[in-house]
């Protein structure tokens, strides 16, 4: 069984996912075309430290940057760089922070400008997704019953799951067990009990979801070049419905901030 965390820990993580929800939406505010990824990684770094955290993805295993910056093919792990946005390209942004020994880590891919309409589709189908394992992930479940409801949400609208990553619980390390598989088995996996805290990001291809890894060693493509969306949220896994941590509301405009 998978250990629940203290209340005390949830407030620090909820503490962390606000963090981390507020730089995903600062740098959205700046995707546009003409800007690089690079400067949208300065604006995620001086936020992180503005805010008293630490960029944790900085050093971790060697990678180079606050954020992971992921355009079009990229499924995850792209280096933030000189490319610069046009219109019509994808950006996942994945972001995580280190607050008071605990992690925060969530991830939003961005439209740059108009993108197409089969691109739009990812984007609103791979959120969705995501929102489909959260509504699974109740004390009771298991990990299988979360990956079940992405895939085959997912699947339904002829996209494809990417199986060699996965979300992951999450406190004072940055992955955590449970692994969070997105497809799978209903009644198969770790069980979920009130308290376990868990990213759920689905990792979604417009084609194949056939993918490898860039000679850099980090940038996860599509094998077949279709563009790949990427979004990610914090949970606490709770009795009846599982309470968010982080979330898009900052970027999306559906929450007026309180302090
Ligand atoms: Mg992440
Ligand atoms: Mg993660």
């Given amino acids: ?13 909820r503490e962390n996912a606000i ?7 600062e740098v959205g505010k700046r995707v546009a075309p003409g ?25 971790y295993d060697g990678f180079p940057a606050a954020l992971c910056m992921s355009v079009n093919d990229v499924v995850v ?31 939003y891919t961005f439209p740059v400008g108009e993108v197409d309409a089969e691109t739009r589709k990812l984007l609103d189908v ?28 997912v699947e339904s609208f002829g996209f494809s799951v990417v199986r060699e ?7 004072k390390e940055m992955h955590e067990a449970p692994g969070v598989p997105n497809y799978g088995r209903r009644g198969h996996g770790a069980r979920l009990v009130d308290g376990v805290v868990i990213c759920i990001e689905p990792m979604i291809c417009a084609g194949g979801r ?7 060693g980090w940038a996860v493509h599509t094998a077949d070049h279709k563009n790949a969306a990427h979004y990610e949220l914090t ?25």
């Fill in 1 to 13: 069984m998978v250990k629940p965390k203290t209340e005390e820990e949830i407030e620090l993580l």
């Fill in 19 to 25: 963090i981390v929800s507020k730089t995903l939406a």
């Fill in 35 to 59: 800007v690089t990824t690079l400067e949208l990684n300065r604006v995620a770094d001086e936020f992180i430290r503005d805010n008293g955290a630490i960029p944790s993805f900085l050093g």
């Fill in 77 to 107: 792990h792209g280096f933030p760089s000189d490319y610069v946005l046009k219109e019509g390209d994808i950006v996942s942004v994945d972001c995580g922070t280190l607050y008071k020994g605990y992690n925060g880590d969530s991830a």
């Fill in 126 to 153: 791979t959120k969705q997704s995501l929102y489909e394992g959260i509504k699974a992930a109740v004390a009771g479940a298991r990990t299988g019953d979360i990956g079940y409801a992405v895939q085959s949400y």
């Fill in 165 to 171: 990553l996965e979300g992951h619980g999450l406190g």
């Fill in 210 to 216: 056939g993918v490898y890894i860039a000679n850099n």
């Fill in 235 to 259: 949970v606490v896994v709770r009795k009846g419905c599982a309470e968010q941590l982080s979330t898009f509301e900052f970027i999306e405009g559906k929450q007026v901030e309180s302090n």
